[in-house]
């Protein structure tokens, strides 16, 4: 979703749909333990902080929040907390 407000939930677009690495990243923060996933996606795709995504894998289907966004010349890296959980 791209462009979601507190009156709406934006529009539906797919960026990418295909094969990519989804792995959690860990950290601590104040001594609070700080976790989001991150996926790796070949080519640069139009995302942006706040988007909101759908992942699907094998373990099933997520739905998350755009936190950061890293872009290069190998691909780019999307990371997300899971919303509604």
Do not use: H, W
Request: one cysteine or more; glycine letters at 12%; aromatic letters at 10%.
């Amino acid at each position: 979703m791209t462009n979601p407000t507190p009156f709406s939930q934006g529009t539906e677009e797919v960026v990418y749909e295909g094969e990519c690495r989804k792995y959690t990243n860990t950290s601590r923060f104040n001594e609070v333990i700080v976790s989001k996933y991150g996926l790796s996606i070949p080519g640069t795709l139009p995302v942006k902080v706040g988007d909101l995504l759908t992942v699907t894998d094998v373990t099933g289907t997520f739905d998350g929040s755009v936190v950061e966004v890293s872009a290069g010349n190998l691909g780019t890296t999307v990371f997300f907390n899971i919303t509604g959980q």
